[in-house]
């Protein structure tokens, strides 16, 4: 069966190279808002016609690392897992991403600046940003595919301050991505 797929961003200015024929969800930035947007328009289609594309920007945890990557797990990484797991639950903090590459994108509602939490987030993860994993966990609580598709804007560090500068490279980019791999 062919999917029809809904793409999904944070931000508007991230989203300003979807090809209009594309239907579009702009949630606002964090895993809540991400979470109830992504929820609430799959709410609203049929689950076994539905591809989800989360398109959006990212920051590098290591060093090297640009373009565009297409997350095969997303990890949520600020959540107390270890604590959650000792109470008997499974936090559901990793996510595998199907036709996903090897990267690993780190979700958190901390916008990272700051080296020390950037070093420790590079041990576990090669890309961060605030929505792909709660994306990821609405599309999988309703049974639809999910693709994370990134761009890197910045490397996690002071540098990602000036992100309103560094997101229409990367909004284009996004853009021609789709047209190249959605197209009608």
């Given at each position: 069966?062919?999917?029809?797929?809904?793409?999904?961003?944070?931000?508007?200015?991230?989203?300003?190279?979807?090809?209009?024929?594309?239907?579009?969800v702009?949630?606002?930035?964090?895993?809540?808002?991400?979470?109830v947007?992504?929820?609430r328009a799959?709410?609203?289609?049929?689950?076994?016609?539905?591809?989800?594309?989360n398109?959006?920007?990212?920051?590098?945890?290591?060093?090297?690392l640009?373009?565009l990557?297409?997350?095969?797990?997303?990890?949520?990484h600020?959540?107390?897992?270890?604590?959650?797991?000792?109470?008997?639950?499974?936090?559901?903090?990793?996510?595998?991403?199907?036709?996903?590459?090897e990267?690993?994108?780190?979700?958190?509602?901390?916008?990272?600046?700051?080296?020390?939490?950037?070093?420790?987030?590079?041990?576990?993860?090669?890309?961060?940003d605030?929505?792909?994993?709660?994306?990821?966990?609405?599309?999988?609580?309703?049974?639809v595919?999910?693709?994370?598709?990134?761009?890197?804007?910045?490397?996690?560090?002071?540098?990602a301050?000036?992100?309103p500068?560094?997101?229409a490279?990367?909004?284009?980019?996004?853009?021609?991505?789709?047209?190249?791999?959605?197209?009608?």
């Amino acid at each position: 069966m062919n999917r029809q797929p809904l793409v999904v961003a944070a931000t508007h200015a991230e989203a300003a190279h979807v090809p209009d024929h594309l239907p579009l969800v702009v949630t606002g930035l964090g895993k809540t808002a991400a979470a109830v947007a992504t929820a609430r328009a799959l709410s609203e289609r049929d689950p076994e016609r539905t591809l989800v594309v989360n398109i959006g920007t990212a920051g590098a945890l290591r060093d090297g690392l640009s373009g565009l990557h297409l997350p095969g797990t997303a990890l949520n990484h600020d959540m107390n897992a270890d604590a959650v797991r000792a109470l008997g639950y499974d936090p559901q903090e990793l996510l595998v991403i199907d036709e996903g590459d090897e990267t690993v994108l780190a979700s958190g509602d901390v916008f990272v600046t700051d080296p020390v939490v950037r070093a420790a987030l590079a041990a576990r993860a090669h890309l961060v940003d605030m929505e792909g994993y709660a994306v990821a966990y609405a599309c999988r609580q309703y049974g639809v595919p999910v693709r994370l598709v990134k761009h890197v804007s910045d490397n996690a560090d002071e540098s990602a301050l000036d992100w309103p500068s560094a997101v229409a490279a990367s909004a284009r980019a996004l853009g021609a991505w789709l047209e190249e791999q959605l197209a009608r």
